[in-house]
């Protein structure tokens, strides 16, 4: 369901750095480092630096400002989750984690644990992670549900609102064989035939 969309953006996210992928700036700052609080929960600068690394990807470099944007809006959207009893469940995040580890350049506990080492993380913390996406994944499902869910009578009533969009067009392509060799008048001909 909505799990692969957000599995797709962990596995960005974690395996970011196979790529290379690593802003120089981020050396700088010891990734404990809280950039933000938001209801009192902290973002780290290790968050911060796995976002640039995600959306570097993309070949997408956003302001300073907007990084931060969607770094507080996951954070708001997780608070949601456990507001509304909708945090992703440990069989959901097993489940994740198994898909992760069928990937051609995962394979292996042991590759993982060595691939997130580098970055300074754990098995427990990419699971953690997978679960806060997953109940993010759950608040926007259960916010948008009524949005994108759309009757059959509502179906019918903009096909009969809007008949002219929905116009039958036959059409058919009709041939008539020619040699190449054939006179322009010839061709004509055809041309009028068909």
């Known amino acids: 369901m909505h799990s692969k969309f957000l599995l797709a953006g962990i596995l960005i996210l974690f395996l970011a750095p196979l790529f290379g992928i690593s802003p120089a700036w981020s050396e700088d700052i010891p990734p404990e480092t809280v950039m933000v609080t938001v209801n009192g929960e902290p973002i780290l600068h290790k968050q911060v630096q796995a976002e640039i690394e995600a959306l570097a990807l993309s070949d997408y470099q956003p302001p300073v400002e907007e990084l931060f944007s969607q770094l507080i809006a996951k954070e708001l959207l997780f608070q949601a989750a456990v507001k509304h009893d909708l945090v992703a469940t440990d069989?959901?995040?097993?489940?994740?984690?198994?898909?992760?580890?069928?990937l051609p350049n995962v394979g292996s506990i042991e590759t993982m644990e060595k691939q997130l080492a580098e970055r300074g993380n754990t098995i427990e913390d990419f699971k953690k992670d997978l679960k806060r996406q997953f109940s993010i994944n759950h608040v926007i499902a259960w916010k948008t549900q009524d949005e994108i869910t759309i009757s059959d009578a509502s179906v019918e009533k903009y096909y009969k609102a809007n008949p002219g969009m929905f116009e039958m067009i036959h059409a058919r392509h009709i041939l008539k064989r020619v040699p190449e060799e054939a006179s322009e008048e010839r061709r004509s001909k055809a041309r009028a035939e068909i």
Do not use: A, C, I, W
């Open 91 to 102: 069989d959901e995040v097993e489940e994740g984690f198994q898909s992760v580890l069928k």
